[in-house]
């Protein structure tokens, strides 16, 4: 136990053990060791009846279904059906996070009985910050049974009277309020694993029984490096999209530069509207060129679109203007409020 603590590289780290036997009279237990604070953390499960190491193989063949996808959604629905084959959970949903911090549902692995969640969005208030900042910690939370007893940590505090982190502690308890939130949603039991990009918390594998469901040490291990290597697939994925966007954007720029030095923009508002929507997904659009306007779809009318143009000039006429909520920006949006929410306006 000496020499695990002193392998432990930096403040989160974990060092795991299995099949120790830690009393001649006790069957053989897994151990987790960490460091919180002056105190060292050490967790004890019972040790699966398997024994042997974590099954690294399988985990490679499993990430290895994940390379090679065109969306991000396709890798989504194939790590949720991996993970839910790893654990055995009933239902297994890839949550990614927005920019605002609300959270969309964008895959889900199911038993055929249970209401889908695909598509679904929780608002940013349904993941509290402390609780993202320890999901960035500690990177896998399990909750086997929402109504197991709980014990009492004893001595309850440090000796320098200071309560005892147990932020990376797995076996510790968890908030009562989220454990009502569970049993309000017929959830019995729940992990949840981070997916980190960047340093950032960029969604989660969340994972949901009916009835208390425990997954051993050894899998939880394998889910881990499971996903970090799901993790690194994403990263590929979203690098690749990122540079073909690239080159299509440059390309966009280069044929509407070529448009507007011919002064054919609203001679050819289709081609031009065609040519942006494959690179900027949008509900309408709108171009005024000199004294002509023309627009398609949910998009303000001329007199409309005069307003706004006095206002974007004051926001900076010769600099791209973009908001999901306009009616925080401009007082005339309220006008609009039947077509647009948000605006995405550049100068040619």
Request: glycine fraction near 4%; charge should be negative; hydrophobic fraction near 40%.
């Given at each position: 136990m000496r020499t695990q603590a002193q392998l432990l590289s930096s403040p989160d780290a974990v060092n795991r053990l299995f099949d120790q036997c830690v009393r001649p009279d006790l069957p053989p237990v897994d151990m987790s060791l960490h460091k919180s604070g002056s105190h060292y953390i050490v967790e004890f499960e019972k040790s699966d009846e398997v024994k042997?190491?974590?099954?690294?193989?399988?985990?490679?063949?499993?990430?290895?279904?994940?390379?090679?996808?065109?969306s991000v959604v396709a890798w989504a629905d194939e790590a949720a059906r991996c993970l839910r084959a790893m654990t055995g959970f009933d239902r297994v949903m890839v949550y990614r996070f927005n920019h605002d911090l609300s959270?969309?549902?964008?895959?889900?692995?199911?038993?055929?009985?249970?209401?889908?969640?695909?598509?679904?969005?929780?608002?940013?208030?349904?993941?509290?910050?402390?609780?993202?900042?320890?999901?960035?910690?500690?990177?896998?939370?399990?909750?086997?049974?929402?109504?197991?007893?709980?014990?009492?940590?004893?001595?309850?505090l440090g000796a320098k009277g200071e309560?005892?982190?147990?932020?990376?502690?797995?076996?510790?308890?968890?908030?009562?309020?989220?454990?009502?939130?569970?049993?309000?949603?017929?959830?019995?039991?729940?992990?949840?694993?981070?997916?980190?990009?960047?340093?950032?918390?960029?969604?989660?594998?969340?994972?949901?029984?009916?009835?208390?469901?425990?997954?051993?040490?050894?899998?939880?291990?394998?889910?881990?490096?499971?996903?970090?290597?799901?993790?690194?697939?994403?990263a590929e994925l979203?690098?690749?999209?990122?540079?073909?966007?690239?080159?299509?954007?440059?390309?966009?720029?280069r044929r509407l530069m070529t448009l507007a030095a011919d002064g054919k923009l609203i001679q050819r508002f289709s081609d031009f509207s065609e040519q942006i929507g494959r690179v900027i997904a949008f509900d309408g659009i709108a171009i005024r060129f000199g004294?002509?306007?023309?627009?398609?779809?949910?998009?303000?009318?001329?007199?409309?679109?005069?307003k706004l143009a006095d206002f974007l000039n004051t926001a900076g006429g010769s600099e791209v203007f973009v908001t999901d909520a306009l009616s925080k920006r401009f007082a005339g949006a309220k006008e609009l409020s039947d077509r647009v929410a948000g605006v995405l306006a550049f100068p040619i």
């Open positions: 042997g190491e974590v099954d690294f193989a399988r985990v490679q063949c499993l990430a290895a279904r994940l390379k090679g996808k065109r959270g969309d549902v964008i895959a889900e692995a199911k038993m055929p009985q249970q209401p889908p969640y695909l598509g679904l969005r929780y608002p940013a208030s349904d993941i509290p910050k402390q609780a993202r900042q320890l999901y960035l910690r500690s990177t896998l939370r399990i909750i086997a049974d929402v109504d197991a007893p709980t014990v009492s940590i004893t001595p309850s309560p005892i982190d147990l932020s990376l502690s797995v076996t510790r308890a968890v908030s009562p309020v989220h454990l009502e939130y569970m049993r309000n949603m017929g959830v019995a039991a729940s992990m949840s694993v981070s997916i980190i990009r960047d340093g950032k918390l960029w969604g989660l594998l969340a994972c949901h029984s009916d009835t208390p469901h425990y997954v051993d040490f050894r899998t939880r291990t394998a889910v881990e490096l499971f996903v970090q290597l799901a993790t690194y697939e994403l979203e690098m690749r999209a990122a540079q073909a966007q690239l080159v299509e954007t440059q390309e966009l720029h004294e002509s306007y023309v627009a398609d779809g949910s998009a303000p009318t001329a007199d409309e679109f005069e």
